[in-house]
């Protein structure tokens, strides 16, 4: 299993470009989540969704938009880039069951890597 | 809303050490709790996952406990080694919504 997979790792764009970042999972997993990361701080939820079709919003969705048309994809859209939106962006997945209580587990992708200027 | 505190920011130690890294929820209605691992440059590794109904949780030289009513958790690392040098991350469970609140991290450098 490849697990969490994310492309690009790194992108450059300039202010007002538009961009889709890529998620991916093979594991089966019902949940998944976008997060942003700022240097030095903790992760912020941008987006989640609970199924194919389903999706909402979390602590910083301003500026973004998700799609889930399929179990395995969850891409994040970003519309008119702004120099804020410069952070590593991860995707992470899990599931609403799991052996030895591990449901809601979270396993995450190696992250994007956006720089907006 | 839930608040999420790791104590210290950072902590360098020399190899070897037996060490304890705190963290500190506010809303104990948590469904469980996860501590992750971050490399520079790099993504999150889960460590460790406690139940709500669970008091610790081992693997290898790694245990975690969790008091629930209190809102605490810790991570003990035993024996340090440099390859355990990173950011560890704390993130309770909410019941409320299932999203994974996060603590700001904990930066760990183990001296050789």
């Known amino acids: 299993n490849a697990g969490v997979t994310q492309t690009p790792k790194f992108r450059i764009l300039k202010i007002g470009q538009s961009m889709t970042l890529q998620c991916a999972q093979d594991?089966?997993?019902?949940?998944m989540y976008w997060y942003r990361q700022d240097p030095g701080m903790g992760l912020k939820l941008i987006y989640y969704?609970?199924?194919?079709?389903?999706?909402d919003k979390g602590e910083v969705p301003n500026g973004y938009n998700v799609s889930r048309s399929t179990t395995e994809d969850f891409p994040l859209r970003l519309e008119l880039a702004a120099p804020s939106q410069t952070s590593v962006y991860f995707c992470a997945s899990s599931s609403t069951w799991g052996t030895s209580g591990t449901a809601y587990e979270q396993y995450f992708g190696p992250g994007t890597r956006l720089t907006v200027t | 809303k839930q608040e999420v505190t790791q104590i210290p920011a950072a902590l360098s130690v020399p190899e070897g050490e037996n060490l304890v890294l705190n963290c500190s929820f506010t809303?104990?209605?948590?469904?469980?709790l996860q501590w992750f691992r971050q490399d520079p440059g790099k993504g999150l590794t889960s460590l460790l996952l406690i139940q709500s109904s669970q008091r610790e949780q081992t693997s290898g030289r790694l245990n975690a406990s969790l008091d629930k009513s209190s809102g605490r958790s810790t991570l003990y690392i035993a024996a340090s080694q440099p390859g355990d040098s990173a950011t560890y991350l704390c993130?309770?469970?909410?019941?409320?919504?299932?999203?994974?609140?996060w603590g700001a991290g904990t930066k760990l450098i183990i001296k050789p």
């Open positions: 969704s609970v199924g194919a079709g389903i999706t």
């Open positions: 594991m089966n997993h019902n949940y």
């Open positions: 809303d104990s209605a948590i469904y469980n």
């Open positions: 993130a309770p469970f909410m019941d409320s919504n299932y999203q994974l609140i």
